[in-house]
């Protein structure tokens, strides 16, 4: 191949200080991230589209330039570029080598590297072969980085799930600084409230994906629309040659009954689909990260998976772009927001449903119990409380009863009131 349809994707091999214009602001969340580079095994880097992979693996770069590598020992290539499409593993990697770096140790970074088949036998081999490489790898499909390469790639990597930004991030993001000690603490001003609750709105509303706070207000809302129209139709209707038509009306019904109960039956009535049709499509969904669902808190596993599940997207912006948005929904957006941020503390939150409701249930490591409602108001409803109160006395193993509010702090009749924008910022 032409070593040409590499240096377009390289300018660092001509220019370091382009890689500056790349790399983007620093998430520490994922330093460990950052820093696998250091080891050999295959970093694979998982997650939804526009999460923000790529600009990690260019701090990854952005990192070694500035520890004195030479520049022609890294190499980065997109695998969506259409120049690419006919070449090889092997045709991208002789021509690297041939060009660039005949014999020193290779840095090499494959960006949506499931466009190309059999992805995870060559960087298997490679691997295996001990060649002089550290491969960095990326995908957004959950499916293809994690049950393609769950037997071959075993033991040989470590992985890595990005998610849009938390709140904290989406603060620094917005140039907005938090003295965590001081929070912790419980020191803080009246005006940084007032600023923590007005960003949280916005939070809120536009999500977290990484270019909305940096773009201007008109053009939000056509980014993440083309943003779901990208997941949607490139990450799932092409890559499982889906019925466009089925997969948009079932991911917008989703979307606009998100945090609440799947039933299939509902679903079937409302967009006259087959039962397979509707558990195989949200199964796509799952695997492409833009829905999750949780299951009801019990010990028995049958009863478990006999009730319904609940379904989040995962981010909020993405689904009021495409929904529409009621007063009500307000609640809803600070539930979704709740969960995403559990899953991206890698917690693994059910749901509990008797007499009363409550959003999350969380064991935790020591195998005690965390129950947690959202309400996102200060005039909390009777039936929240209740309903903690409730599934405390079923399961003596709760030790913690958690109300998120708007603003309210407070510990009474066992259960800590805390503020959702203070929660968001504990991790």
Known sequence: MEV?????????????????????????????????????????????????????????????????????????????????????????????????????????????????????????????????????????????????????????????????????????????????ENLAKGVILEKTKILLLKNLTEYILLGGFPEIPLKSEPYKIKILEQYFDDILYKDIVDRYNLNSKKAKDLALFFSTNFTGLISLRNVRNALKLSYDTIKDYLSYFKEAFLFFTIDHFSYSFKEQKTLPSKIYCIDNGLRNAVSFIHSKDEGKLAENTVLIELKRRKKEPYYWKNKGEVDFIIKNQDQSITAINVTYTDEINEREIKALLEFKEKFKKTNKLVILTKNTEKQEKEIHYTPLWKWLLEA
Do not use: C
């Open 4 to 180: 040409a349809k590499l240096i377009e994707w390289n300018p660092w091999w001509e220019n370091t200080e382009l890689i500056a214009e790349l790399s983007g602001k620093s998430r520490p969340r994922y330093t460990d991230l950052v820093n696998s580079v250091n080891i050999r095994e295959v970093t694979v880097i998982t997650g939804i589209r526009r999460s923000g992979k790529s600009t990690l693996m260019y701090q990854i770069i952005r990192n070694l330039l500035k520890t004195g590598i030479n520049p022609k020992q890294i190499l980065f290539v997109n695998l969506e570029d259409k120049k690419l499409e006919k070449d090889s593993f092997d045709d991208i990697y002789l021509s690297y080598r041939e060009h660039m770096n005949y014999n020193n140790k290779a840095f090499i970074f494959f960006d949506e590297i499931h466009r190309k088949k059999d992805w995870e036998s060559w960087i298997r081999k490679k691997y295996d072969l001990k060649t002089n490489d550290k491969f960095i790898i990326s995908g957004s499909s959950s499916y293809l980085l994690k049950k393609e390469y769950s037997t071959l790639l075993t033991g040989r990597n470590i992985t890595f799930e990005v998610f849009p930004l938390s709140f904290e991030e989406f603060l620094t993001f917005k140039d907005i600084k938090i003295n965590k």
